[in-house]
């Protein structure tokens, strides 16, 4: 599955001195980049919030390529605190006006939003999984994917189940996870994704004819993506 729209550009840092907006950092210690994407406490928005440590600027040219998809930024903020600067953007689609509710634009607007950091900041590329694929240095870490692999279900309420799944990222994982869900004929009603360094962390309030997932279904979901998380990278994996 090709995931990489035509209005998605996968960019190359030019120099490691490149920084977005101007704001940079004179440490040399690479703080951990961070990506989420939250479709739960905005019932209009999507919410995106991007991390990495005191480096990032203003994100302007983030905002512009996040409008390139079709998307409209409607509230952009920022929140200092000791783990860094937050940038915080609320954004909705433009056609709609409404919260993004494309699995695989919401994976656009993730890899968008990674390949601006990995060429206005390529000393992150080492801190993502994504450096492998689009930035100047691939990771020096591997990550082991048995280890890293962790799925647990609970029932959250009487309508739905809460999905979470952490696991070692790569390009098209929101995509592949939400088609997973759907194959078995489970509803994912909302959730947040999160990137994290070489993880990605998922959480999904899902539900099965409305009704939280019996302990059966639970098996069957938590196998399922077990299999396909574990298994090796072969060529119709997403890029």
């Known amino acids: 599955m ?43 928005a999507t919410i995106v919030e991007v991390t990495l440590g005191d480096r990032l600027g203003d994100l302007l040219d983030t905002m512009s390529a996040l409008r390139n998809l079709g998307l409209n930024v409607v509230k952009a903020s920022v929140c200092l605190d000791s783990s860094g600067k937050h940038n915080k953007f609320a954004i909705t689609k433009s056609s709609t006006g409404r919260k993004i509710d494309d699995p695989e ?49 609970y029932d959250d309420g009487p309508e739905r189940s809460l999905l979470v799944v952490e696991s070692a990222d790569r390009p098209g994982l929101l995509v592949d996870l939400v088609k997973i869900i759907a194959d078995i004929n489970i509803t994912v009603q909302s959730g947040e994704f999160d990137t994290e360094g070489l993880l990605a962390k998922a959480k999904f309030h899902v539900s099965y004819r409305g ?10 979901l938590a196998n399922s993506l077990r299999y396909f998380l574990r298994r090796p990278t072969t060529e119709d994996a997403s890029f």
Not at 112 to 129: C, D, G, K, R, V
Not at 211 to 220: F, N, R
């Open 2 to 44: 090709i995931l990489l729209s035509p209005a998605l550009r996968v960019p190359r840092a030019a120099s490691p001195a490149a920084v977005e907006n101007g704001s940079s950092s004179n440490s040399n210690t690479v703080p951990t980049p961070k990506v989420i994407i939250d479709q739960d406490s905005d019932p209009d």
């Open 105 to 153: 634009l919401l994976e656009a607007v993730r890899l968008t939003i990674i390949n601006n950091m990995l060429e206005y900041h390529p000393e992150a590329s080492s801190q993502l999984a994504m450096g492998a694929t689009f930035g100047l240095e691939p990771p020096t870490e591997v990550v082991d994917v048995d280890i890293a692999t962790h799925i647990e279900i």
């Open 211 to 220: 009704k939280p997932l019996i302990k059966a279904l639970q098996q069957v």
